[in-house]
């Protein structure tokens, strides 16, 4: 389980550095301040969670148990959280208004609180 941890936590960080670039360079000139600033964020909490799972993947203290469900928790959540920011950031580009999705974005934000909660209390809790 260590190593699929570690390998999403790399793969989300990749991720998170191309689409920081694509909204940085690519996106400069057909979004306002304001979307971009909005795509950064998306992009920030992505890290964020990307490096949270590379720790995730060392951690000994938290049971295997405790790893997953948190891997799970934070896997939703990015999708979610991030994901749906992306799409919210752009959403003048395309002819589907995200708005009318854009109640699982906190559902997101949500989920990635309960993964480090979760964490949390596995760790206190762990004799």
């Known amino acids: 389980m260590n190593k699929t941890i570690l390998a999403t936590g790399l793969v989300f960080g990749a991720l998170a550095v191309i689409l920081g670039a ?19 964020t998306g992009v920030r909490y992505q890290m964020y969670h990307a490096l949270f799972l590379i720790l995730l993947s060392t951690i000994t203290l938290a049971s295997e148990g405790t790893k997953k469900v948190v891997f799970y928790l934070t896997i939703i959540g990015v999708m979610l959280f991030s994901f749906s920011i992306y799409f919210l950031a752009t959403n003048n580009l395309t002819s589907f208004d995200f708005r009318k999705i854009g109640f699982i974005t906190p559902i997101g934000g949500t989920l990635l609180i309960a993964a480090w909660g979760y964490l949390l209390f596995g760790i206190l809790s762990k004799n």
């Open 22 to 40: 694509f909204g940085a360079h690519g996106l400069k000139k057909v979004l306002g301040p304001e979307e971009l600033n909005t795509f950064e």
